[in-house]
């Protein structure tokens, strides 16, 4: 069974960048579409970007089209998502899952954890950017 382990989450300056990974176990990433989300605290869980199986990627949430990209290697599994010029803002819970499709409007659209279509949720990994 996909398991799906988010990591490279962490506390950082207004302006700082950081690299998440979304690594798969259990199966092999290059089946699937992985979508990246995230949860800022009180609101509601939004798509970022979606990686298709196809190599493609989606639009990106209109807050962080430009800083934030998104990439695969399938030879170790993992997708990422480099992230660039960190704002307060982007403090939030970032997760990783198997959307069954990566729509055009992936990014900016409102998710829930069990949103139909979506599975293999990851933990998740927290974001904190903090002056």
């Known amino acids: 069974q996909l398991q799906l382990v988010e990591s490279g989450g962490g506390l950082v300056q207004p302006g700082a960048s950081l690299r998440l990974s979304c690594t798969a176990h259990?199966?092999?990433?290059?089946?699937?579409?992985i979508g990246w989300f995230r949860q800022a605290p009180g609101k509601e869980r939004e798509g970022v970007v979606c990686?298709?199986?196809?190599?493609?990627?989606?639009n990106y949430a209109a807050d962080v089209s430009g800083r934030f990209t998104a990439s695969r290697e399938n030879g170790k599994n993992t997708v990422y998502l480099d992230m660039k010029n960190l704002k307060i803002d982007d403090t939030a819970v970032y997760y990783c899952?198997?959307?069954?499709?990566?729509?055009?409007?992936?990014?900016?659209?409102?998710?829930?954890?069990?949103?139909?279509?979506?599975?293999?949720w990851g933990q998740g990994t927290q974001v904190t950017v903090s002056s």
């Open positions: 990686s298709s199986v196809s190599g493609g990627t989606t």
């Open positions: 899952a198997t959307p069954a499709e990566c729509s055009w409007n992936f990014g900016g659209k409102t998710f829930r954890a069990d949103t139909p279509g979506v599975s293999n």
């Open positions: 259990g199966d092999t990433l290059n089946y699937y579409n």
